[in-house]
C-alpha cells in the first residue's frame, strides 16, 4: 500500500468539514468546525476580522503529528510543540471574555498550547494557536478536543 503524499494530508486538514464522514480516510483526519464564538472571546477588538476560530475533537497530539508532516507549516524552532500554560497565559486578555470565569473553570489546571505559522511560497500568510482541551463558549463547562485560533496575516 502506497503512503498519502504530504500535500494531500494537508488538504484533508484544512478541508476536512466538507469530506463525507463515511470516508475511512477522511476520518483519520481532524474535522474542524467553525466556530466564531471564539474570536469575540479571545481576539482583540479591532483585530477580529483578521481572526477566524475552528473547533475539532481530534486531541492536539493527533494534530500535532500532521502539522509538523506539512512543507506548509513553518518551521521555526519551538513551533508546533505542545507546551503546557494557564488559561489566562493561553488565552491572554485582548478579548472580551470574562476573566473570572475563566480563571474558576479551570482553576489551576494547565491546558496544552502549540504555536506555529503557515507558509504560502516561503511567506507567512496565517499564525495559529491551538489550545486543548479549551472552554465552552459560554465558559461554563471544559471541552475536549482542540480550539484553533487562526490570525491571517495580510501581504
Known sequence: MESIPR???LFLLLLGPYLPAGDDEARAVPQWVEAPAYVALFAPVNERASYSAEVS???LHDILALIREDASSGQAPGSWHAA???ATD???TAGLLNHWLLKRLFGGRQVQVA????LDRGRIVESWTLISPY???DLRTV???TLRLVLRIAP
Not at 115 to 118: H, L, N, Q, V, Y
Open 7 to 9: 500535500p494531500f494530508l
Open 57 to 59: 475533537q481530534a486531541s
Open 84 to 86: 503546557s500554560e494557564s
Open 90 to 92: 493561553a488565552f491572554g
Open 115 to 118: 504555536r506555529g505559522t503557515r
Open 135 to 137: 472552554p465552552s463558549a
Open 143 to 145: 471541552q475536549p478536543g
